[in-house]
């Protein structure tokens, strides 16, 4: 029996080591499919479709129209897993705030909205939550055969009136993720806090270390959303004779309808991700999964005839079959990152280490590569096509400081003025 630690270091448990493994001096790798400690997970019998239903049925009032059976399961069929949840989590917290106040659920009135956003604000909850939330209603509204438009009710004027007095008085500005930017060649003012080049060179030449490293150089280069980045098999990958390759996208937030994406992996990273792929021994599957880590410290021991052993040092890894999870992803930045703190290769004041390590999320690469382009003139445009965005308002949200430097008045007013 050994113990399996999880990605932030913690043991999960026991792993009878039963299968054959390659024996490296002191290092054991697992190959085969070692089966890791599970994390808690709903029942995988109760579906989301069947949460969301429940949860739609529990809401209605008793006086509710009927719901036309064919119309609610053509839009449940059109709707992503994802938006199911969203929508699943948005009721339940509408719903339990209604039946504290003795008020009817769905349909919503107008009214009812108002005082929800108000009891929202009372609880200090961000503009951009309310407006997702009452998003949410109006979807779960359309679900049961309300009218669109200005029909619903969370299109009362009284409703967008109450939301737009909120935000004049919070102000609508979003938090976003902590960039994790290049920090070298783009832009040699990044030399503060934490980048992907310090990350890259805090990774240890482990199999563990080497698994983080591909999973940051690829995330970066192709500005992958984590459910894109867990889903990458090598299949996907395509290697040019430059040494970099093409990153085939089966499907993502914004292509529902898995018509597919490119995107362009350099010859780095290509490095990063061909060592990992060998010293893992992946070929099929999503290739960047859990990997558990055993170490085990040499000890001698006296035995009966006075003489003692040694046991040689020891570290087993075990690789999991299953791909990793956003919390997983999010772990292995953090701890990568604490990590190049610790080695030096970090400039940040030990005060904010804490909070810079909070604000890194699974979307601060996407983040970083966005203002890293914007950092080198290119234009929101290309970045939202590059990133695989409908359109550029979320890359100019992303990179509204840096793009100043390159828009119009910026690149007219550098020649003309000195």
């Not at 894109?228 to 937030?253: N, R």
């Amino acid at each position: 029996m050994v113990t399996i630690d999880d990605e932030n270091g913690q043991g999960r448990g026991n792993f009878v080591v039963n299968e054959p493994v390659d024996k490296l001096g002191e290092i054991i790798v697992v190959r085969t499919d070692a089966t890791l400690p599970l994390r808690r997970k709903r029942a995988e019998s109760e579906s989301v479709d069947r949460r969301l239903i429940d949860a739609i049925v529990a809401a209605l009032s008793a006086d509710a129209d009927a719901i036309s059976e064919i119309g609610f399961e053509a839009q449940l069929a059109a709707m992503a897993d994802n938006s199911k949840r969203a929508l699943c989590a948005d009721l339940d917290c509408f719903a339990a705030w209604c039946r504290d106040e003795r008020r009817p659920i769905l349909p919503a009135e107008p009214e009812t909205l108002v005082l929800y956003i108000r009891a929202l604000d009372n609880m200090d909850k961000k503009p951009s939550t309310m407006a997702r939330r009452l998003a949410s209603l109006a979807t779960v509204q359309r679900l049961i055969g309300h009218s669109d438009g200005l029909a619903l009710s969370t299109n009362a004027p009284m409703v967008r009136a109450a939301l737009k007095a909120v935000r004049r008085r919070k102000g609508a500005h979003q938090k976003q993720a902590a960039p994790l930017r290049l920090g070298k060649a783009l832009d040699r003012t990044v030399t503060k806090g934490f980048t992907l080049a310090a990350l890259l060179d805090a990774c240890p030449g482990d199999l563990q270390g080497l698994r983080d490293a591909a999973l940051l150089s690829l995330g970066y280069d192709a500005g992958l959303r984590v459910s894109e980045l867990v889903a990458v098999e090598e299949c996907h990958i395509d290697p040019q004779e430059d040494g970099s390759a093409t990153l085939f996208i089966p499907s993502s937030k914004t292509d529902q309808e898995k018509i597919g994406a490119w995107a362009w992996l350099s010859p780095e990273t290509m490095r990063r991700v061909g060592a990992w792929l060998q010293a893992s021994g992946i070929h099929d599957g999503p290739i960047f999964r859990r990997v558990g880590v055993d170490r085990r410290r040499a000890r001698t021991e006296e035995g009966l005839d006075g003489n003692l052993s040694a046991d040689m040092a020891r570290t087993t890894y075990s690789i999991g079959t299953a791909s990793l999870t956003r919390q997983g992803v999010n772990a292995i930045y953090r701890r990568v990152a604490l990590s190049a703190y610790d080695k030096g290769l970090v400039t940040l004041p030990a005060s904010k280490v804490t909070p810079a390590l909070k604000a890194l999320s699974t979307h601060s690469l996407r983040v970083g590569l966005t203002q890293d382009l914007f950092a080198a003139g290119e234009d929101g445009v290309g970045i939202a096509q590059a990133l695989r965005w409908s359109s550029p308002t979320t890359a100019l949200r992303y990179g509204r400081k840096l793009a100043v430097g390159s828009n119009v008045a910026a690149r007219v007013l550098s020649r003309v003025r000195h």
